[in-house]
């Protein structure tokens, strides 16, 4: 599960705090996220570049866990997002 972690409050129903990307939605430049896979309710969808936009705000690898930042990341490789260093090793 990819999960992103935003430093600040961005809106009311988004504070800062770690989140798992539910679904991404590339035409409309929007993903999901919810704090966690059982959270109930109405799921946050923010547009990708307003996160990409807010200094701090990292992605986690999914193969290193290293987090890192979202500012070149294109919204179509959110899901299963791994860093370069991965990227490179097949591991």
Known sequence: ?????????????????DYEV?????????????ATLLSVGQKEKPKWELLQ??????????NCRGWYGVAEIPVD???????PACRGSLT
């Open 1 to 17: 599960m990819t999960r992103l972690r935003i430093p600040v409050r961005l809106t009311e129903d988004l504070p800062a705090g």
């Open 22 to 34: 539910l679904y991404v939605r590339p035409a409309a430049g929007e993903i999901q996220v919810a």
């Open 53 to 62: 936009r807010q200094a701090g705000v990292r992605i986690e690898c999914l």
């Open 77 to 83: 490789e959110i899901r299963g997002w791994r860093c």
